[in-house]
């Protein structure tokens, strides 16, 4: 046992590292990085100390007990970070409760001692809980970032709890300490909690790097200057939204351009092109839904998805922003300047309609709009007002 708890200890410790180094960018995930890297430490000496270290003696015992409890709860900090649920209200009350009872069985307030049945049937339980939430949390993000079934990590820490649950069983029906069954909980328990933490850190890492792959995905999706989808986005959306399950959707598509942009950069400079186009985008995005989407289709044209959303009302609403827009100073330093758009709205209104007939019906709009005079929104009846 001791060879395989300081073999344990090194591999958790080396998992650890591991995620301690990808926390060395200081991104947003690197305080939960380091959490894991601590708890993997605190697992580690408190294998080492429970009969390695300091064989033959109680507070050590104790103290490694305790060390791997707070590093469980670690792990669990640091997974919530990547769910959408939070902890629950009771959860840091009962862990704060679980030491409290730790430190009155050490300083002896109690009738029972750190090797008593009843100190074990009460650390099993603990343990059995701890790593049974784990598995959870681990359950739950992977499920959200895609998995459809549990995967080796959560198995791993459910295991282990199902091998505490087993030790309580054996304590409350008091079997020899040298029985079968007995040797085998304990080694099975020593294994699949130790291989638990080993490979949890791993699993740990899998989820920072597919979270960090999904926000470079989103990033290259995003326009650099506005901030708005850029046109390989758009694309891809434009493929979910032909998707079997969304193709009877309802929705609206609005192309955009700002009128006389050129001139714009020509006469003063690229920059003030720059700064309209951010306001533009910001504009539109605080006067559309959150569910719409802003695209940059290609430099001073812009598309907008609107689902749910009938022809009516989707005309309606880019004729308010058209001329909320106009009304605007595009340019923070003086002169004042305003600018202006021209815009095209189609409607996906007949059933199976292909997304693409539709982004082509509201580009048509769009030029029949500027061949106008500009400054307006057009649909298929014609010129919108109100």
């Not at 990808?22 to 380091?34: E, G, I, K, N």
Request: proline share 3%.
């Amino acid at each position: 046992m001791d060879a395989i708890a300081i073999i344990s200890a090194l591999s958790i410790s080396l998992t650890g590292l591991s995620s301690w180094q990808f926390a060395a960018d200081r991104s947003q995930l690197s305080t939960q990085r380091a959490a894991w890297l601590l708890s993997c430490l605190c697992v580690a000496l408190g294998l080492l100390l429970e009969g390695v270290l300091v064989p033959d003696a109680d507070w050590p015992n104790w103290l490694g007990t305790h060390l791997i409890f707070w590093g469980l709860v670690l792990q669990i900090w640091a997974l919530t970070a990547f769910s959408s649920r939070a902890v629950p209200r009771y959860f840091w009350p009962l862990i704060l409760a679980a030491l409290a009872l730790h430190f009155i069985l050490l300083l002896g307030i109690s009738e029972f001692e750190p090797n008593s049945l009843l100190f074990g049937i009460v650390t099993a339980v603990y343990f059995c809980a701890l790593f049974s939430l784990i598995a959870v949390w681990y359950w739950w993000v992977e499920a959200e970032l895609g998995s459809r079934w549990p995967t080796l990590f959560s198995i791993l820490y459910a295991c282990a709890a199902l091998m505490f649950l087993a030790r309580i069983v054996l304590q409350a029906l008091h079997l020899p300490a040298d029985s079968v069954w007995v040797d085998a909980v304990e080694m099975g328990l020593y294994i699949l909690a130790s291989t638990a933490n080993i490979y949890g850190g791993f699993g740990f890492l899998l989820i920072v790097l597919r979270l960090k792959n999904r926000q470079l995905a989103r990033q290259a999706q995003l326009d650099g200057l506005t901030g708005a989808l850029n046109r390989r986005g758009l694309e891809l959306l434009l493929q979910r939204l032909s998707s079997p399950s969304l193709a009877n959707a309802s929705l609206s598509v609005v192309m955009l351009d700002l009128d006389y942009f050129k001139q714009v950069n020509d006469r003063m400079g690229h920059a003030a092109g720059d700064e309209i186009l951010i306001k533009l985008v910001a504009f539109l995005q605080q006067h559309l839904r959150e569910a719409d989407v802003v695209a940059r289709y290609g430099g001073e044209e812009f598309c907008l998805i609107l689902p749910q959303t009938t022809l009516a009302d989707a005309a309606a609403r880019v004729e308010q922003i058209r001329a909320g827009f106009a009304q605007l100073a595009c340019l923070d330093e003086a002169p004042v300047y305003r600018c202006t758009f021209s815009a095209g709205v189609a409607c996906r209104a007949q059933l199976n309609q292909e997304i693409t007939e539709v982004l082509e019906l509201a580009d048509q709009l769009l030029y029949q709009a500027k061949q106008a005079g500009r400054n307006c929104v057009f649909t298929e009846q014609g010129r919108w007002q109100t």
